[in-house]
């Protein structure tokens, strides 16, 4: 087992599994989706998160051996107690632009700004990198990238975990409603509602940011 990477949702995750699949090989990798499975739906990380621990551990239990990575939308507290010596890994974003992008990756073409306040004010989206973390725990992690910075960042991660130099960089999962993007990023007003309700990890990005200094 080579890492695990803990993929914040609308952090760059799909562009490095793709990376991934490149230096550790698709045929050898896992998704936790598959060793786990979802029980019932992903609302059990956060209703019933011991019920979810349960079905985790059952199938890491079972991991076959030519596994050479792990990864999913799960928070890294999951794996506690498994593998300690395989490095973990995980990608942060600005908050404020990850939660507009999170919101338009749901909502698509049904952008309305009553779906819009609800998704913010919903708790499930709020602070989900410092839930992803472990409660902002950056000492969990053997790596953190920047999304703003990935092209760097994943070099840095190349020379920390001993990939070959040909590792390829993609830029994957773009937005697929630019104009909606554009439209919400415009709104002063409502990034700074979104700032506020993700102070947790704003101090988290800073964080992360300031480690990198």
């Not at 602070?127 to 969990?140: K, S």
Request: hydrophobic share 40%; glycine share 6%.
């Amino acid at each position: 087992m080579k890492l695990i990477q803990t993929a914040i949702p609308k952090t760059g995750c799909v562009s490095f599994m793709h990376t991934l699949n490149h230096v550790y090989g698709g045929e050898t990798n896992a998704y936790n989706t598959i060793i786990a499975g979802r029980p019932e739906s992903d609302n059990l990380i956060y209703a019933d998160y011991d019920a979810r621990k349960a079905s985790w551990d059952a199938g890491m239990k079972n991991l076959p051996p030519v596994v050479n990575f792990l990864t999913d939308h799960v928070p890294v507290q999951l794996y506690d107690g498994w593998l300690p010596d395989v490095p973990r890994v995980t990608w942060l974003r600005d908050p404020v632009k990850r939660v507009v992008s999170h919101y338009i990756h749901n909502v698509g073409d049904k952008h309305s700004r009553y779906r819009l306040q609800r998704f913010i004010h919903n708790p499930r989206f709020r602070n989900m990198m410092t839930f992803y973390t472990g409660g902002g725990n950056l000492d969990r992690f053997a790596f953190v990238g920047i999304l703003g910075r990935y092209n760097r960042d994943l070099a840095r991660c190349a020379e920390l975990l001993g990939w070959p130099p040909d590792y390829p960089v993609v830029h994957l999962n773009t937005c697929k409603y630019p104009a909606l993007k554009a439209e919400l990023l415009a709104d002063a007003l409502l990034l700074a509602e979104i700032d506020e309700l993700n102070q947790l990890d704003r101090g988290l990005y800073w964080r992360a940011l300031w480690r990198q200094l």
